[in-house]
Structures are given as structure tokens and as C-alpha cells.
């Protein structure tokens, strides 16, 4: 197998917006942890209307403590991978 060197330059603006990326797609890597609805939908890849609807059908796993309804982080992780 051959090796390959790859080199390349980025402005000040792109590594800023690189680094952004990079922190962004760590966070939604996370297994810990609580997300609302906004957050569990851009976890999954799906619409608002899309968790709400699989809520309401008992599809997906969720709490409601004091009536806000959450979503843990690795019983999505679970789901969506028996689920996609």
C-alpha cells in the first residue's frame, strides 16, 4: 500500500468555521445527556413533526419529567440503530 501526504492551507476563516464544524459534529456524537424535541430531531435526522409523531405512537423512547419532553442521548442511539 502506498502512502499518501496530503497538504493544504486554510485562512483564518476557514479554520475558525472547520473548527465550528469539528465541535458541532462532537457534540452531537455525545451519548450523555438530555435533548428537547429540537434537539432529539437533529440527532436523529428527522423532522420535529416526525418525533412528535412517533411519540405519540409509543415509537420512540422518551420522558416527560414536570411535563418536558425528553429524549436521552443513548436510548436514541439504540433506537436508531435497531430502527434504520
Do not use: I
Not at 423532522?47 to 412528535?52: D, G, P, S
Not at 415509537?59 to 443513548?74: E, K, N, V, W
Amino acid at each position: 500500500m502506498s502512502k499518501l501526504d496530503l497538504l493544504f492551507t486554510l485562512s483564518p476563516d476557514q479554520l475558525d468555521a472547520l473548527a465550528r464544524r469539528v465541535a458541532d459534529l462532537l457534540e452531537l456524537a455525545r451519548d450523555d445527556g438530555f435533548l428537547d424535541s429540537a434537539g432529539a430531531a437533529e440527532y436523529l435526522g428527522l423532522t420535529r413533526k416526525a418525533v412528535y409523531a412517533l411519540v405519540e405512537r409509543g415509537r420512540l423512547p422518551h420522558q416527560r419529567p414536570a411535563g418536558r419532553l425528553l429524549f436521552d442521548r443513548r436510548e436514541l442511539r439504540a433506537w436508531a440503530a435497531g430502527n434504520r
